[in-house]
């Protein structure tokens, strides 16, 4: 069986690595490739990448490319993972003989991509809740990360793409009362706006944003890191989390994705309150050397697997033959 994933973004980040853990974990039983960005194609290492420039999601020219692609190459399964790649895959299914396979990651998902898929995994189950049918596979924390306990006598951290629904602005404006070091690690259009938020709030020799970090990379941040911080709006997982927790790094942040699933409820805020981030930090960031992940981290191992993961979603797969 051969299965071609669809990413349309230009950065290797949370979706993009999962990705990556997937078609690797199930590389024996299945045909993988992932049809991807130029910029992307050098970061799959060991799994079959095709570069394809992808226009807009209303785009006849990528519509037809991709299908020409799926029939010459007799391609059974086309997954798309994220809401661009979900709705140029919508039209799949009326060009060619691939079934559908979408994954929500996030909460920005359309309706007209989900009716025509063949089957649907969202990450977590809140965005589920109206979708018949659909199958929770939630995130997972990656192996290849050893899980060295970090020593916590480095700074604090947040992790993730420098965009608004990150909240990261909030983030650094609740920052303004804490005398603790701050890391944004990540890469994104609001860079230049969130280093001049910390330059006009006099921030500067409290919090930095960091970038060009790979995922390999990023495990020598999490050695010393004395807490992570999700200040997100809305999120499917996140990822990060469960790689934190892995580290045993307490972890503190906003009731998004699956969260409040993990984290204890006194440990998070409202998401887009900055009132509420704000209380929140001011009263935790104290506390952060207390925080034992221990039992934190065994559930995960329980429950976050890779392994369980990747044999669902071949069970989708095998399903659909």
């Known amino acids: 069986m051969k299965v071609a994933h669809l990413i349309t973004s230009k950065i290797f980040a949370g979706i993009e690595q999962h990705v990556f853990e997937l078609a690797q974990a199930t590389r024996l039983e299945i045909d993988h490739i992932i049809l991807c960005d130029k910029a ?15 226009g807009s999601r209303r785009s006849p020219v990528s519509i037809i490319k991709l299908a020409w692609y799926l029939t010459k190459n007799k391609i059974n399964i086309l997954h798309c993972h994220g809401a661009k790649a979900s ?45 018949p049918n659909a199958v929770f596979i939630p995130n997972w924390f990656n192996p290849s990360h050893l899980g060295q306990p970090s020593s916590r006598t480095g700074p604090v951290i947040a992790v993730g793409r420098l965009e608004k629904v990150k909240g990261f602005d909030l983030l650094i404006k609740s920052w303004v009362n804490i005398n603790e070091e701050l890391n944004i690690i990540g890469s994104g259009q609001e860079e230049l706006s969130l280093k001049a ?35 997100s709006l809305r999120e499917g997982g996140p990822r990060v989390v469960l790689e934190a927790i892995n580290h045993e790094i307490p972890v503190i942040g906003t009731k998004v994705g699956i969260i409040p699933e993990i984290i ?14 704000r209380l929140l930090l001011e009263e935790m960031i104290p506390l952060l050397p207390q925080l034992d992940v221990k039992a934190l981290k065994i ?11 990747a044999n669902l979603t071949n069970k989708i797969y095998l399903s659909l033959k």
């Open 264 to 277: 204890p409820i006194e440990c998070l805020a409202e998401p887009g309150d900055q009132n509420s981030l």
């Open 197 to 231: 938020l910390i330059k006009s709030l006099k921030l500067s020799d409290r919090v930095s944003i960091l970038t060009g970090y790979s995922y390999s990379s990023i495990e020598e941040i999490y050695k010393n890191a004395s807490g992570l911080i999700v200040s």
């Open 40 to 54: 992307l194609s050098t970061s799959f290492v060991d799994v079959s990448t095709h570069a394809m420039k992808i």
């Open 87 to 131: 709705s140029i895959g919508r039209w799949i299914g009326r060009l060619t003989q691939a079934k559908l396979v979408i994954t929500i990651h996030g909460h920005k998902t359309h309706q007209s991509s989900v009716k025509h898929a063949d089957a649907i995994i969202g990450v977590n189950r809140t965005m589920l809740k109206d979708i």
């Open 299 to 309: 559930s995960m191992l329980e429950n976050f697997s890779l392994s369980s993961a």
